[in-house]
């Protein structure tokens, strides 16, 4: 059994495409199109009613809610800080319940849009 270039190389099942620059420009533009979808598509900067920690939400379903934090509005909330001064960890805390009160008053108000899994807000796609 040989061992072709592209096992030789790296990943076996990457294509290589070294010698086609365009097609190469092609993927490094549909990657940063799908990072900057993936990532920060569709977020919306919502402020917490009580603590004013300022968090990214995307609501992509009824029963669906994607929250971001910051270091700083970890370090305002009061219910993240508490975790955390007990030494637990806050990943493992859903969300506050302020700010999941803020973020679906947000949602009722239109603050936040309502969007289905597959809306693409800033035309991406």
Known sequence: MT???????????APDYSADPERLST???????DRRHYLAGGLTEIECRTCHAC????????????????DDALDRCDEISK??????????????PRMSATIE??????IVPRQSPDADPEGYW
């Open 3 to 13: 061992v072709d270039a592209s096992r030789a190389s790296g990943w076996a099942k």
């Open 83 to 96: 975790i955390r001064a007990e030494g637990g960890n806050p990943a493992m805390l859903p969300t506050c």
């Open 55 to 70: 968090v990214m939400v995307k609501k992509t379903s009824p029963h669906h809610t994607s929250v971001q934090w910051t």
């Open 105 to 110: 008053h947000g949602v009722a108000e239109g």
């Open 27 to 33: 993927i490094a533009a549909a990657t940063a199109r």
